[in-house]
């Protein structure tokens, strides 16, 4: 269970990262409802490194890769 965890936190981090990086290079000032703000950029990055980090699959024994 600490491996999926684990996994969903590596996720999330590299999401933010790369959420903050959409901010800061390709981002606007204004008229743009996430890439305006860096906290938003950042959130949206972190969820969807969740969502990729998140195991889809069980295997036959029942346990997550």
């Keep these: 269970m600490s491996k999926i965890i684990l996994k969903i936190a590596i996720g ?3 999401g933010g990262i ?3 990086l959409y ?3 390709i ?3 204004r008229d743009c409802p996430i890439t305006s703000n860096w906290l938003i950029s950042v959130i949206y990055g ?3 490194g ?3 980090a998140t195991p ?3 295997s036959k024994n029942g346990k997550n890769n």
């Design 12 to 14: 999330v981090i590299i």
């Design 18 to 20: 790369a959420g903050y």
């Design 23 to 25: 901010y800061y290079f």
């Design 27 to 29: 981002g606007c000032n």
């Design 46 to 48: 972190a969820f969807f």
């Design 50 to 52: 969740a969502i990729i």
């Design 56 to 58: 889809t699959k069980r």
